[in-house]
C-alpha cells in the first residue's frame, strides 16, 4: 500500500500488500477495508510474511521521487546508495519565499526566480540595536 519493501508483510485477501505499520492501523479500524478497492478485510482471510535479507534485495524497486521524475529502478540494496548519493529529484523548500524546487536547483531558484526581495531580509540585517 504505501510502498516500503518491509521485512515483515500481510497480503490480504484482494492481494494487496500491507507492511506491518500500514496493516497495524488498518486494523485499529471498526470495519477494516482496504483502501484501494474497498475490499473487507478478515484477519482469516490474510496471510502474513517475512522476508530474509537476501530476498529482499532480490526485490526490484523504484526510487521514493519517481513521483518528482525520477527514472531509477533497480535491486532493494542499491536503493539507498542511489537515494542519498545520486538522486537529483528531491524537492526542497526556499526558506525565503516558501516555494518548492529540486535540490539541484535550489541555488538557481535563489539567484533568478525567489519571490522573496532581498530588501525584505535586508533591514533585518542592518538593523541596529536599540
Avoid: W
Wanted: proline share 4%; with cysteine; net charge neutral.
Amino acid at each position: 500500500i504505501c510502498g516500503l519493501v518491509s521485512r515483515a508483510f500481510t497480503v490480504t485477501e484482494c492481494l494487496h500488500v500491507f507492511c506491518s505499520n500500514c496493516y497495524k492501523h488498518l486494523l485499529d479500524k471498526e470495519s477494516p477495508k482496504c483502501p484501494l478497492d474497498k475490499v473487507v478485510v478478515s484477519a482469516d482471510e490474510i496471510k502474513k510474511f517475512v522476508l530474509g535479507d537476501n530476498q529482499r534485495k532480490l526485490f526490484l524497486v523504484r526510487c521514493m521521487n519517481a513521483e518528482h521524475g525520477c527514472k531509477f529502478e533497480g535491486p532493494f540494496e542499491d536503493l539507498e546508495a542511489h537515494y542519498t548519493k545520486d538522486c537529483n529529484f528531491h524537492v526542497v523548500t526556499c526558506k525565503r519565499c516558501g516555494s518548492t524546487s529540486f535540490h539541484t536547483q535550489l541555488l538557481e531558484h535563489l539567484e533568478k526566480d525567489c519571490r522573496a526581495q532581498l530588501e525584505d531580509v535586508a533591514p533585518v540585517l542592518t538593523r541596529k540595536p536599540v
